[in-house]
C-alpha cells in the first residue's frame, strides 16, 4: 500500500508495480516520459493548496461531502471515455493493437466481473452519509462540468498523441490523487474498510500509469508528436487545477 501523498518516479519505476515498465523503450523517450511525469507531479493540479489541506487534514463532516460529490461527477463516465481513444485509431498493426489492450485492460479494472468501481464508489459514499436521493439529485460545479467533458473531448479527438499524453497525465495524476484522498479520509477517522475504494487504487493507478508508458513510444517519434503529447498533458492539468480552485471556492463559501 502507498502512503506517500507525494510520489515520484521511482515508485512508477519500482519492480513492484501493479504494471511494469516495459524496459526496451528508448532511453530519449524514457527520459522524456519521466520529465513529463515530474512536471505532472509538481504541478498545481495535485500540488493543489486545498488539496494539500485536505491531505493533512480532512474536512468536516458536511464540507467532506461535498467534496466528494464533486469528485463522482469528475471522474463519472472515465472508464467509457477511455475507451473512445480505440476510435482514434486508423489501422491494425501492433502499435494499434497495444493502445486496445490497455483500453481492454483499463476497462476491466474499472468495470470488474460483475461490480464497477463505480459501485463502489457509491457504496463509499452512502458510509459517508450521503444519500442515494442526494447523488441523483446534485448539481456539480461548472469547473467540475467541464473537467469531465474535457476529458472527454481530449479522448475521442485526434491527434492520438495528445489523447495518450492526457491518458498518461490522467493515471499519473490519479496514483497521486487517491493517496491525498486517503490520507483526508484517515484524518476524518474513515476505518481501512471504509476506505477501500481508495487504498486499492492506489496500487492499481501507478499500473495504469505505467501501461500508458508502455505503449506511448511509437506516438513519440516527431517533434510533433511530442508536442501533441505535452499539449494533451497541459489541458488535463488545467482543467483538473481549474476543478480544484472551483471546490475550494465552493467549500470555503
Ligand atoms: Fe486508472
Not at 167 to 187: F, P
Not at 216 to 228: F, G, V
Amino acid at each position: 500500500m502507498l502512503d506517500s501523498t507525494k510520489l515520484n518516479t521511482d515508485v512508477f519505476r519500482s519492480d513492484s508495480a501493479y504494471v511494469k515498465r516495459d524496459n526496451n523503450i528508448a532511453d530519449k523517450i524514457v527520459e522524456f516520459l519521466d520529465q513529463k511525469m515530474e512536471y505532472i507531479l509538481n504541478h498545481r493540479a495535485i500540488e493543489h493548496p486545498f488539496f494539500n489541506h485536505y491531505a493533512t487534514h480532512g474536512l468536516p463532516a458536511e464540507q467532506s461531502q461535498l467534496l466528494y460529490l464533486e469528485t463522482r461527477h469528475y471522474f463519472k463516465y472515465l472508464p467509457y471515455y477511455i475507451c473512445g481513444i480505440a476510435s482514434l485509431l486508423d489501422d491494425d498493426t501492433d502499435i494499434e493493437n497495444n493502445v486496445v489492450r490497455f483500453i481492454a485492460f483499463n476497462a476491466q479494472d474499472e468495470l470488474g466481473e460483475t461490480k464497477s468501481h463505480s459501485d463502489m464508489y457509491k457504496e463509499f459514499m452512502y458510509k459517508k452519509g450521503i444519500t442515494p436521493e442526494q447523488l441523483k439529485t446534485y448539481r456539480p460545479l461548472p469547473s467540475t462540468v467541464a473537467l469531465n467533458e474535457g476529458i472527454k473531448n481530449l479522448y475521442n479527438t485526434r491527434p492520438v498523441a495528445r489523447a495518450l499524453g492526457a491518458l498518461y497525465a490522467d493515471e499519473t495524476l490519479s496514483a497521486s490523487l487517491v493517496s491525498k484522498y486517503n490520507e483526508g479520509l484517515k484524518k476524518e477517522g474513515l476505518s481501512e474498510q471504509d476506505r477501500y475504494f481508495w487504498t486499492l487504487h492506489c496500487e492499481w493507478e501507478v499500473g495504469h500509469s505505467n501501461a500508458v508508458f508502455n505503449i506511448a513510444e511509437p506516438y513519440l517519434q516527431t517533434e510533433q508528436d511530442r508536442k501533441d503529447f505535452a499539449d494533451g498533458i497541459d489541458q488535463y492539468l488545467q482543467l483538473m487545477e481549474q476543478y480544484w480552485d472551483g471546490i475550494q471556492q465552493l467549500i470555503k463559501a
